[in-house]
């Protein structure tokens, strides 16, 4: 069974902390995705990696970096939280070349910056 | 930038059939999806469906594609209060392999 796992479901931090989002795939897919999901906003894409060591700014960027230093695991970094970053954040992987394009999520992780 | 547009609510009874729209705006739309995210859940691929296709039918569920005027939809048979959640249309084109996800229908199933 495919699996995209976010480490952390909830997590609480006070403004101007670091906040690590991890997020581990096991289907060897190349590209990952962080979006964030607000109510009304639908779903933004924050940054996407198509390979190890590569990063694409998505729609909303400002805030936020990334590392993909393996293939299977892309991290989400807040530099220095602040409130409006309180949000649901996703991660998602997809396989490269002809296909459906599917795109398999992570259970999402709701971050609450005081 | 491409465009994906749906209602946010829509409200059924139990036993009723549900229709979700959505429109979009790439004309290059190669594949279109309907996912559905369940309360405190990622979001799961339903059903989709190819542009050169007009329909798509995978038990209760009925997906329409009219190219034409670039509308989209999703039919449920029969809506049961399990089938409650956020729905998000999706599409992605030929020449990007990054889906474009409107905001998200909330489906609300009453008994």
């Known amino acids: 069974d495919v699996k995209v796992t976010q480490s952390s479901r909830y997590l609480v931090k006070r403004t101007g902390e670091k906040v690590f989002l991890e997020c581990v795939q096991d289907m060897d897919h190349e590209n990952m995705f962080w979006y964030r999901q607000d109510p009304g906003l639908g779903l933004r894409l924050i940054y996407f990696?198509?390979?190890?060591?590569?990063?694409e700014k998505g729609d909303i960027p400002e805030g936020y970096s990334v590392s993909r230093e393996k293939k299977e695991r892309f991290s989400l970094i807040l530099e220095s939280a602040s409130t409006n970053q309180t949000s649901m954040y996703l991660c998602?992987?997809?396989?490269?070349?002809?296909?459906?394009?599917?795109?398999?999520f992570g259970e999402g992780s709701r971050l609450t910056v005081l | 930038g491409e465009d994906v547009e749906q209602s946010l609510f829509l409200s059924v009874r139990e036993g009723d059939s549900s229709v979700i729209n959505c429109t979009y705006t790439?004309?290059?739309?190669?594949?279109l999806y309907w996912y559905k995210q369940e309360p405190g859940a990622g979001l799961q691929l339903l059903t989709y469906i190819f542009s050169n296709m007009d329909m798509k039918q995978d038990q209760r569920l009925t997906v329409l594609l009219n190219k034409k005027d670039k509308h989209l939809s999703l039919r449920i048979a029969d809506t049961q209060t399990g089938d409650s959640a956020i729905y998000f249309c999706a599409e992605v084109s030929g020449g990007s392999y990054i889906p474009t996800f409107g905001r998200g229908t909330s489906l609300i199933v009453h008994p």
């Open positions: 998602a992987s997809k396989r490269d070349g002809i296909g459906t394009g599917e795109l398999f």
């Open positions: 990696s198509y390979d190890v060591k590569m990063k």
């Open positions: 790439d004309s290059s739309s190669t594949y």
